[in-house]
């Protein structure tokens, strides 16, 4: 009897495993995959977006790249692909996505009135939303609603804050580094400070939260300190997210220091919301204060939010939507801004004519003087160092979308630019825009390996931090589709939903660089014997996660006589 079942079981789990395994070559060798020509194809054991294949280890002779299967393919994947569109097709799990690293295909996809829209239950997408919905995760009208509450938020005054607080944690690093009277540091860990520079600014411009650089990791109270807390916050967005919650209470140490981070985060946000809320209504009471004194008094992007959502009415955005919102910035501000100015300092170290050259604008743009706010739009170089650091190491390195409707792109051929064909895209399919197949094409960027700032001096619009748009402007600007984003350079994504933060970001990087490199030249701490090239080869290979990261990036900073 017992083995009868048993064979009964067998003879259904092997009619179960043919049928799957029939199914699985009907979809990858018979589907469309949702468009309608034949694209090359990239067959891999499963999506790069899907969580197998970032749990499990990366196997490259069975084509298992994970998540960073453009990263690893970069000189290769786009070479029999005319439209520069492949289709990922996975052999044992998910569904098709289809990549281009096509400009035109860029514009068509993320532009004014596209039918592509990101998928509010994707990984990253929810996972974001943990608080409540806010400007990343949120679609459609609800995403509208998002951005234009939180658009003004990122002003002028924002950005002098940005400029201000950089100069000011770039001086306390060198207090409390002891780097005042030396003439050579001992190694620094370049992505340390960077990431330290980018939580300070998200937290000081952010949220009106200044912290400073030596920090304790508790409190004398014995709680979690300010700058551990926003930390483990930004950092762990993922974790905390897909732990189940029934784990706390196996009291890990880990599991225990993420619980207490995030209820900080969230009794002092929902405190501070009270707070300001208070100070604004005594405010807008006091007969003769203007609305400027009030956006003044209101300078952090968080007094800004609780400001608008005061003139809008409670219903426009609920306390929970508020903190969401926050947590998106620090999320999308931190690791962003900190891994591309760590890849940044990195290349400056091993391209010391690339710092000369740099260093000269610098000298003549301020002389001996400290840089200031207005000197953005004079220090070219600079900005175009940023550039060219976020091109080789696109940090927001795949920008996931579906198409809402069936749709179509109009893509040039890459061996004959006036021939432009259409590829035919079913309501449902999954598009990557995909940055680093971008950025290392070479028809775009010759050369693309080659760190070589010097390609954008000519491309940078002369708008100044000081007279530039607002963000609210800026996206009105994107919205009519005349935006002037720099040629090919997509690294902030392009369109209505363009990154709210870049700005700010630059401006927080272009400072601190302006700051460092009139002082100090970089060098590159090498292991005996190595070259430059061995060292990029060993330090700056990026790992990747929702962003492209980098572990120790070990630099010296020596002083400049002049
Ligand atoms: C080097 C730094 C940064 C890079 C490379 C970057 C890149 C990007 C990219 C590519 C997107 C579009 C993603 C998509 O549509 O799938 C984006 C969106 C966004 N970024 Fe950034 N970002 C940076 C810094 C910042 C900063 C400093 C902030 C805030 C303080 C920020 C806030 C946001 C927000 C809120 C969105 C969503 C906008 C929307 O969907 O309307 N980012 N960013």
Redesign the pocket.
């Known amino acids: 009897m017992a083995s009868n079942h048993l064979t009964t079981f067998l003879s259904f789990s092997v009619i179960l495993f043919i049928s799957y395994v029939a199914k699985r070559i009907y979809e990858v060798y018979f589907s469309t995959h949702g468009v309608n020509k034949e694209l090359p194809r990239l067959i891999t054991p499963f999506p790069s977006l899907s969580f197998p294949s970032v749990a499990i280890p990366l196997v490259p002779s069975l084509n298992h790249y994970g998540i960073c299967v453009t990263w690893k393919n970069r000189k290769s994947l786009y070479s029999n692909a005319p439209l520069k569109t492949f289709v990922q097709t996975p052999l044992i799990y998910g569904e098709s996505f289809v990549y281009t690293s096509s400009v035109a295909a860029f514009r068509q996809v993320?532009g004014l009135n596209s039918v592509f829209e990101?998928d509010p239950n994707s990984t990253g997408n929810s996972d974001i939303c943990l608080f409540g919905p806010?400007?990343?995760g949120?679609v459609g009208e609800d995403?509208k609603r998002?951005?234009r509450i939180?658009a003004p938020s990122?002003n002028r005054n924002t950005y002098r804050a940005v400029w201000d607080t950089t100069t000011k944690v770039y001086e306390d690093m060198v207090a409390n580094e002891g780097w005042e009277t030396i003439h050579r540091t001992g190694i620094v860990k370049a992505n340390m400070i960077t990431h330290k520079l980018?939580l300070f600014i998200?937290a000081s411009v952010?949220f009106g939260l200044p912290m400073a650089w030596e920090e304790p990791i508790k409190t004398d109270k014995g709680k979690m300190s300010l700058q551990s807390m926003i930390f483990e916050v930004s950092t762990h967005v993922i974790e905390r997210a897909r732990i189940p919650s029934l784990l706390y209470v196996s009291g890990h140490p880990a599991l225990k220091r993420l619980e207490e981070a995030y209820s900080t985060f969230d009794r002092l946000m929902h405190e501070r919301i009270k707070e300001r809320e208070e100070e604004l209504i005594v405010l807008r009471s006091t007969p003769g204060v203007t609305d400027e004194e009030i956006a003044d008094t209101m300078r952090d992007?968080f007094g800004c939010l609780v400001n608008a959502r005061m003139s809008e009415g409670k219903l426009s955005m609920s306390d929970e939507e508020i903190i969401s919102?926050c947590l998106?910035?620090?999320f999308?501000?931190?690791e962003?801004?900190a891994?591309?100015?760590a890849g940044a300092l990195g290349l400056l170290a091993i391209y010391p004519e690339t710092q000369d050259f740099i260093f000269r604008e610098i000298k003549d743009v301020l002389g001996n003087r400290e840089p200031a706010f207005e000197d953005y739009d004079a220090l070219v170089a600079v900005q175009a160092c940023?550039f060219e650091a976020?091109r080789i190491y696109?940090?927001?390195f795949l920008?996931?979308?579906h198409a809402t409707e069936d749709t179509m792109l109009n893509i040039p051929r890459t061996d004959d630019p006036s021939v432009v064909e259409t590829i035919r895209i079913k309501k449902g399919t999954n598009l990557v825009?995909d940055?680093v197949g971008l950025s290392y094409d070479p028809q775009v960027f010759p050369d693309p390996e080659e760190f070589n700032p010097r390609r954008w001096l000519e491309k940078i619009p002369a708008t100044s931090a000081g007279s530039s748009l607002d963000q609210r402007q800026a996206d009105e600007v994107n919205l009519s589709g005349s935006a002037s984003t720099l040629d090919g350079f997509?690294?902030?994504?392009f369109g209505?939903?363009?990154?709210?933060?870049?700005k700010?970001?630059?401006i927080?990087?272009v400072c601190f660089l302006a700051n460092l490199l009139r002082s100090w030249r970089i060098e590159p701490v090498l292991e005996d014997g190595e070259t430059n090239a061995e060292w990029r080869a060993r330090v700056l290979e990026p790992h990747f996660g929702l962003t492209l990261m980098f572990d120790d990036v070990p630099v010296r900073f020596v002083r400049r006589s002049n």
Do not use: D, Q
């Open positions: 993320y990101k806010n400007v990343i949120a995403w998002h951005r939180a990122f980018a998200i952010g992007v919102n998106a910035f620090m999308a501000g931190h962003t801004t891994n591309t100015l940023f976020l696109p940090v927001s920008m996931l979308r825009g940055l997509l690294g902030f994504s209505p939903r363009t990154c709210i933060g870049h700010f970001a630059k927080e990087t």
